[in-house]
């Protein structure tokens, strides 16, 4: 369907005015992108996109996902080593089953991409399908489509992409030789080199140590590695660090134990009882380490990756197959918090995908701990009504000011402006809530939606002094 | 109360219009009652109901637990060896009781049996009871009142009813041989052949095998007998099979692993531990055969059943004594869903008591594994706020299109309409709520509604062609 | 902001106005506050409070933590050792952060006090905090505030304090003995004396002894150490006893087993596991003695007290340190209940901080068991998105009946008035929406409003008779 101007704002009319005012006071904000996983090659060499399909679906796991639910193979979208490689006749599969996804968030984001970024001026279906592949086509190769232009256009003032701690960082280093002055940072994420189940660690563990010149078989070696990396990715305009691991537990132990852990890690004798104690550990040295260099950690934990094995042996990983487990945060991050978490100049924030304890654990815990803030919906959350049970849960015990604002964590480029659209009309339809049962002034209201759409992810990761 | 036409529909006038507008093109649609527990005697003998207290009080669990919550002996309302026999004073006991009932669905239920199918014109009081206790009593004798002119006048279309693997199938028999077209099949469930935790299992399994010819202390044997029956099922037009499992856990083990464990068990020196596998292996086994006969596999889990000791005792189970246990899926079916999930063919319907799973794991499931498909709100959530819950926490992650519709999971014959009725009104205000906020095209809400309303239910528990 | 006299209410008209009729009923009724930490000294002495620092900041936790979760050391709030002592600073302090608090439900309480209770006209702002600082020293000298003419004021029916099971009741006594008739009563609450997690636990036990006449190193003496003190508070009033565990678990064993257990406590050898199983076996001994002496019981569980070590040591408990745990009521409260539950005399109030088992456990117990009743929304979730939660998953599986009614669980005595106009106007707005709907007739609301907002608390703590 074409998208109304007051899509997603609240039906009452009361209700529905103040969040019109409030969104109208930040519809047009910059976008502050801390966290994402966007290409940085994309902005080094100014890209052109040239297909819809290799655009908007076969990197889209929401998109895949949701495709094989209903049986739909993935060779089929253009995936595996069997790939259909007709795009078109993609593009024609997927409008056939464009229905599905009536009511999920994708097809809001995609009906925004269309017709927002794209100018498309009817909703897509399976028979305008190959008529609209052909527009897009079109419009793509304008010069105003480049990576770059569409950066501007989408009023981007800072996007930060996701590198490994492995990864070369030379598109970064391409983008500030550039002339251009759009600000794209890198983030650290070094998950390779701190799960030792990742496959190969040893030999990951062998390049960190030659990256950096540090022996990692030794414990003292492995974290000045990580300093020295921290340090190469803060000079490509890093401010944070994330990390993705099954749990939120953390450790604090004396350094003999960590180097027993790394000992057996690295000869392979070790339990995953040691595995998880080293994840855990290494947690509490990462926040060690944002105390010394001010990188905001990040925490995104609680996934199970690739439960279909099946297919992740067929396909690889990020084609929809990830599942969320059960969190806790109270009692997991208690060494960590306990042994860093009063220094007021520590960040770190605090994402999940279980909602349960948004108020039974996120919003406590970041209504007292100085370093806490908790990071937007996530990932299935990221929706309308994830945002709204989201507001709904944690502001009463945390507060605004314990939020990190928002990030679009997308690698779907074309719709960071819909993401941060529906962010701000959900924040304003909250707001205007509030206001309407009295709990909140409208003043107040108006500086609390440009700080959570704007100001909030700019303080919490460090990105305003450029 | 009196019913108002308008019940469950939101106060909001636009949205409320929508809703209208979209129950309207539902409210009348035939019912498809793919899972309940009605009594198929009553459709083989065409039974006449004759008392209003043996009819809505004493077999309605619902009813049971939270009087007996308020203090009221069950003897008092009928049940045990001690029992009340006078029906026409337990009906007037019901009666002044009958506003604890407020708030909740049992109140909406019965108020719409008593209004709707027993044409009653006024709210039941403690004054009235005993006027209306006459008054159903004359309704019930008249001949529209037999249970296959009711289930005509309900519109039901087909309906399931529930036996077990050791049970006979003669009334479904007879009612196949009358002249009567109403469309009545069992479904295929076998708890007491595949719980090792039934009392004289070692027994059961040896009917089982004389049931079947098989050798069930045989493994091969064992899985041979589910094969006949579920074959004997389906000739009485099962389309489905259903287990309900204390937990969602599933296994795959080796022939010889499962060997082993039948062996223990019939031999009794099974510990929790294999019992417990025991239950996770024959999970798998299921939807493999599910996958050989195409029956859907349903799986209703999550349930500490009797936790009175005393009351049961006393009277035995289905008295208001269960409660919800915390439930985990997503570790739980892995065995299950690596074995047999990538098969399109399969039909597995999950249930849930435990609302934190819908969003945290049920819809992620649903929306990637192809076999997969969301059971309606079960039980304690099979209510307007549950519904509302329920509909706000899957679709966004799930879509539509993995809903298994609605099921009425009954044995309250009289309720069936209220069930359905309810299902289709909160039906209609959800996808008002999304019309009015830009996020659905009221033409496409229409289609979802006759959907998820009548034609899912067919489709996905293979009804289309009895 | 000035508070509106529409605050809270639903923004639709038609819900609004049924709401306000419902709030018009119940806004008046006299306070009953059966749980809650108010200092019996204040009615005993009939203080008169004088400095808005000390009343309204210093001792209260929901505001230290989020200060403190801003960066603000408790020091500069006037705590510990070091603590500013200037509490006009501390005021000017708190007012410049006062909007840290929007969206929380002690920016509500503390606007309520100040504009309800102290008659402040305008709304605090960095710019008027010394006036309005000024301008409360001068309201609380006046004679009206002294703690009595406030209790009055408030329309305190009965206000219930809570003590330990080694404190003096003197201040109890010195109300009785006194001619002022406001009835002010204690609560029983023995955790310095079950858990043997307390420091000194061992020489607790034996001045629980000698405050007794019993041999609290035997088993049968410890519990009549109970028996008596419980006698000693019944005697000031006492109607009920409080329960704060760490967990809900419940243990049934033999009197060898409790014997045992005391016994390695006492000498110092008692594993975790028999400190757990001791907490255990006391919440059923307790709930036995409720059955003798029909004093409620309350359990408070769920909670992972003084989480931040360096705060603990520095500042002791209750400074906002404490963060909710995952609950689990099912299994942990079979054994209690098994042995004591369906004794229709026992009263059981539950309370939980994990809101996922609002509908999954704590409805279906409570509309089972006889002697279990729902406690409010407590601590965190004591707020107008925590009250919606809590009636929207709780009533429609046990209904209004099984319900305790509403407590303030507050040492903040001017925030009494508050927190019970909350509780009354999120009540009356959520069965005006029930009215709206058609799923309650108006006349059935008013009588619900009434009884939840002011019978049923003296109904359930067992209250009417003074």
């Known amino acids: 369907m074409m998208l109304s101007e007051q899509r997603l704002l609240p039906s009452d009319p009361t209700v529905r005015g103040i969040a019109e005012s409030l969104y109208a006071g930040i519809a047009a904000l910059p976008i502050v992108s801390p966290h994402g996983h966007c290409n940085p090659r994309w902005f080094a060499d100014d890209v052109q996109f040239t297909d819809p399909t290799e655009l908007l679906i076969k990197p889209d796991h929401y998109l895949l996902r949701l495709f094989y639910s209903q049986g739909i193979e993935l060779a089929r979208l253009g995936r595996g080593v069997n790939a259909n490689e007709d795009n078109r006749a993609i593009w024609q599969l997927f409008a056939e089953h464009y229905p599905s996804f009536e009511g999920t968030p994708s097809k809001i984001w995609l009906d925004h991409a269309m017709q927002k970024v794209l100018l498309i001026e009817e909703p897509l279906t399976a028979e305008n399908a190959d008529r609209i592949y052909n ?203 306990n042994r860093h978490g009063n220094d007021p100049n520590l960040r770190l924030v605090l994402f999940t995908l279980d909602e349960s304890t948004y108020s039974r654990e996120l919003a406590p815990l970041a209504g007292h701990w100085p370093c806490l803030r908790i990071g937007p919906p996530w990932w299935f959350h990221d929706s309308p009504e994830g945002m709204r049970r989201y507001f709904a849960s944690v502001i009463e015990t945390a507060g605004f000011a314990n939020l990190a604002g928002f990030n679009d964590d997308t690698r779907a480029f074309f719709s960071i402006p819909a993401r941060h659209d529906m962010w701000r009309r959900e924040l304003a339809s909250f707001l205007a809530r509030l206001v309407t049962e009295g709990r909140l002034s409208e003043a107040a209201a108006h500086g609390i939606a440009a700080d959570l759409a704007y100001h909030a992810a700019k303080r919490v990761y460090g990105l305003t002094t450029p």
């Open 135 to 337: 527009d897009i086509c079109r419009r793509l190769r304008e010069n105003d489509y480049s990576a770059r232009k569409l950066f501007e256009r989408f009023g981007i003032e800072v996007l930060a992409t996701t590198e490994g701690a492995l990864d070369g960082l030379q598109y970064h280093d391409r983008i500030a030789q550039s002339d251009w002055k759009g600000r794209v940072i890198t983030t650290y994420r070094p998950d390779q080199v701190t799960d030792p189940d990742t496959p190969d660690f040893s030999e990951k563990l062998a390049r960190f140590g030659a990256m950096t010149g540090e022996d990692t078989a030794n414990w003292k070696g492995y974290l000045n590695a990580h300093r020295k990396r921290r340090e190469e990715f803060r000079r490509r305009g890093a401010t944070a660090t994330d990390h993705s691991h099954p749990n939120a537990n953390t450790a604090d132990l004396g350094k003999p134990a960590c180097q027993h852990l790394l000992d057996r890690i690295l000869v392979g004798t070790a339990t995953t009882e040691d595995k998880e104690a080293f994840r855990a550990q290494v947690l509490t040295e990462m926040a060690g380490m944002s105390r010394e260099d001010g990188m905001v950690m990040q925490l995104h934990c609680g996934v199970r990756r690739n439960h279909n094995s099946a297919l992740f042996s067929e396909f690889g990983p990020d084609i929809g197959g990830d599942m969320p487990r059960r969190a806790e945060f109270v009692n997991a991050l208690a060494p960590l918090l």
